[in-house]
């Protein structure tokens, strides 16, 4: 029983053996790809950042207490409007100093409007200076009565001119007054500067805050995204480029772009210069702080051999010759991302190994498995 036993066991091992050697005949199962003609993209490829277009920090422009606040500290962001209230300061003093002043300079205007003493003073003196003047020419009175007359109408013009310039004066600094209250009462209003959404705020009602506080956080509802390349991949970049931008959040979605503008500058430190994108898609559902990758396209070439890029080792490709792998090596053009231009070293419907091709051999047995790779 034991020797017969040990006579299947042995048999099972000996069919393992043979299958993995059957296995190891045909060759490992591998992606292949044809390579074709097509179209190649010349293009860059850097890291991107999202931005938002406007950020606001909030700061209080006067002292005082919290009366209403939009959002409380860690709540969710809310959308906001420009000119909608995010912070009010008590302004219940400023309120009754602003009807005070309101009040002062209505009476200082009736007061004006029903007229001057002196005015009145001033009109019957010069009446009774035209009736003085009369008798002296008539030669009834003496000159130094006439001068005297004419004294009492001197002085008291000038108390007229001296009242309109009190008047004018009171009245100005009931409307400065007014002015500065107006003034102060707008700084104990916080408003939102843009539409966009308030992200944080920084205070809660009945909170006593200090000028120059931080409030919060405002951002545009708008987009920037902000790409970073290596200072020679610039050459042929301008604005205008059409790119593509992948957000490692997003999976597979790819969101279309232009360049915008360049950065006149570069990093000294990394060697690596910034651009903006433009994206040509809604942006509501990108957030400020999102990273991913940017493919900006330099040029188009048409009617183009094509291999995935995957393939590539070195300057070399393993191309599949009658179920082997042969190494060949190839001169490369244009690449990106996904595909490489080939210049020499292959035709179309050559079949080349792009999984995992590093780690095959020259002359080694595989069993290729076609896909559409490239496309």
Do not use: W
């Not at 539409?195 to 009602?205: E, H, T, Y």
């Not at 997003?250 to 210069?273: C, D, F, H, M, W």
């Not at 400020?288 to 183009?304: A, T, W």
């Amino acid at each position: 029983m034991i020797k017969l036993k040990s006579i299947v066991i042995i048999g099972l091992l000996l069919g393992i053996a043979g299958l993995s050697f059957f296995i190891a005949s045909k060759g490992e199962k591998l992606l292949c790809a044809k390579v074709i003609m097509g179209t190649m993209n010349d293009s860059v490829t850097g890291n991107i950042k999202v931005l938002a277009e406007q950020t606001f920090q909030l700061k209080s422009h006067a002292q005082g207490i919290v009366t209403f606040v939009a959002i409380k500290p860690l709540s969710k962001a809310i959308p906001v409007i420009k000119g909608q209230v995010i912070v009010q300061l008590d302004i219940s003093d400023l309120n009754r100093s602003l009807k005070k002043a309101l009040m002062e300079k209505s009476h200082c205007e009736q007061r004006i409007d029903e007229g001057s003493i002196f005015a009145n003073t001033l009109e019957i003196e010069k009446e009774e200076l035209n009736a003085t003047t009369a008798l002296f020419n008539a030669e009834k009175i003496t000159l130094a009565e006439l001068k005297r007359k004419k004294n009492i109408v001197t002085r008291i013009t000038i108390e007229v001119e001296q009242e309109k310039i009190s008047n004018s004066k009171e009245l100005t600094n009931h409307l400065i007054l007014i002015e500065d209250l107006k003034a102060q009462i707008k700084k104990m209003t916080i408003r939102s500067p843009i539409d966009g959404q308030l992200i944080n705020s920084n205070v809660s009602g009945g909170e006593l805050i200090s000028f120059g506080y931080n409030l919060g956080t405002i951002i545009s509802n708008e987009r920037l995204i902000e790409a970073s390349l290596d200072e020679e991949d610039f050459v042929g970049i301008k604005e205008g480029l059409d790119a593509a931008v992948s957000l490692f959040s997003s999976g597979n979605q790819i969101i279309e772009a232009k360049v915008s503008r360049l950065s006149p500058t570069v990093n000294p430190s990394t060697g690596r210069r910034l651009l903006y994108l433009e994206s040509l898609q809604s942006t509501q559902m990108i957030q400020p702080g999102m990273s991913g990758r940017v493919e900006i396209i330099k040029s188009k070439k048409e009617d183009r051999l094509l291999l995935p890029t995957k393939s590539l080792i070195g300057n070399s490709v393993f191309v599949v010759e009658r179920g082997k792998a042969s190494i060949r090596p190839v001169k490369i053009g244009a690449r990106n991302l996904r595909s490489i231009e080939v210049l020499e070293g292959l035709k179309v419907d050559d079949i080349v190994v792009y999984e995992t091709p590093h780690i095959l051999t020259d002359g080694q047995k595989i069993r290729p498995i076609l896909t559409n790779h490239i496309h």
